[in-house]
């Protein structure tokens, strides 16, 4: 069951109208199309979502003149199995899992988030680093195995010399706070994290960390549109989020979640994901 992040307007409004009168700025509910369905990554929990998503909804809805209801799943791959089906009209996502979704499904890129999401190595303040080298027999803890940052700390350990797996093992969390206190375990040195990841940390648990090494930044998230919405409708929507970084939404947005701009995505955007295609693929597929 899709987890819905917040009410319509025609639903609130038939609330407080009599009769379910009609919305303003919209068209009588007899002639209103199907609300758009947006869905978004689950990457922090439904709550923060609704409240970071809501001036964007409001956004589509007016520029659109259709309801739009932003809504999730309960997990990542949960998420991405519904997004390539076509539950959704319009979609953000991890860039890797993004990229998957339009080779394998046809799902059609049209924008990317600003600014690029930098991946950390951090470590206990007590316990730092001096090499990657220490990292050797040991483990290394993150959240989600197929997201785009913990695929390129992957890569960046290979070109280490090691391998997860043979060289070092990987452990995974529930949480941001679960991801941090692994690094209590003695077996354990280092987590890989998101800097969003990092700063979701509570301040309690944070101040006894340390960023030992910032080891790449990755594409932000993907925004797509699903395969079933019409060339009209497709056309509509891409120029409306062509519109939102200028809007009072816009600033609204990205004042809430930490980004700075929506742009049209590159075909070089698309390249620099084909590296992890493989990879996410398995992490998908994996019981």
């Known amino acids: ?20 009168a009609l919305l303003v700025g919209l068209p009588p509910a007899s002639a209103q199309p199907a609300p758009l369905q947006f869905g978004v990554m689950p990457n922090v929990s439904t709550r923060i979502l609704l409240g970071q998503y809501q001036p964007f909804r409001g956004f589509l809805e007016q520029e659109l003149g259709r309801a739009v209801e932003v809504v999730t799943a309960p997990g990542l791959q949960a998420f991405h199995e519904r997004s390539v089906a076509g539950a959704y ?22 924008a990317i ?16 680093l001096a090499s990657a080298a220490e990292l050797r027999g040991l483990t290394v803890a993150m959240t989600n195995p197929q997201s785009l940052v913990a695929l390129k700390f992957i890569h960046w350990l290979r070109a280490q010399g090691m391998e997860i797996g043979r ?6 969390a529930r949480n941001e706070d679960s991801l941090a206190q692994l690094l209590n375990t003695p077996e354990t040195r280092a987590a890989v994290m998101s800097r ?3 700063n979701a940390i509570r301040a309690d648990i944070r101040e006894n960390l340390v960023i030992w090494q910032e080891f790449t930044r990755v594409p932000g998230f993907l925004v797509l549109l699903g395969p079933r919405l019409d060339q009209a409708e497709s056309a509509r929507v891409t120029a ?13 947005f990205f004042a809430a979640t930490g980004f700075n701009a929506i742009r049209p995505v590159t075909p070089a955007d698309l390249a620099e994901l084909d590296d992890v295609v493989d990879e996410t693929r398995a992490f998908l597929r994996a019981p």
Request: no cysteine.
């Open 1 to 20: 069951m899709a987890v819905m992040l917040a009410p319509t307007r025609r639903s609130l409004l038939r609330h407080a109208l009599p009769g379910g």
């Open 89 to 110: 009209g319009l979609v953000v996502t991890a860039a890797n899992l993004g990229r998957v979704a339009q080779l394998d499904a046809g799902l059609r890129p049209i």
């Open 113 to 128: 988030y600003e600014p690029r999401i930098p991946g950390l190595i951090v470590t206990l303040r007590s316990r730092p």
């Open 167 to 172: 060289d070092a093992s990987a452990t995974h």
């Open 196 to 198: 969003g990841e990092f």
């Open 240 to 252: 409306a989020i062509g519109r939102l970084p200028e809007s009072e939404a816009g600033r609204a």
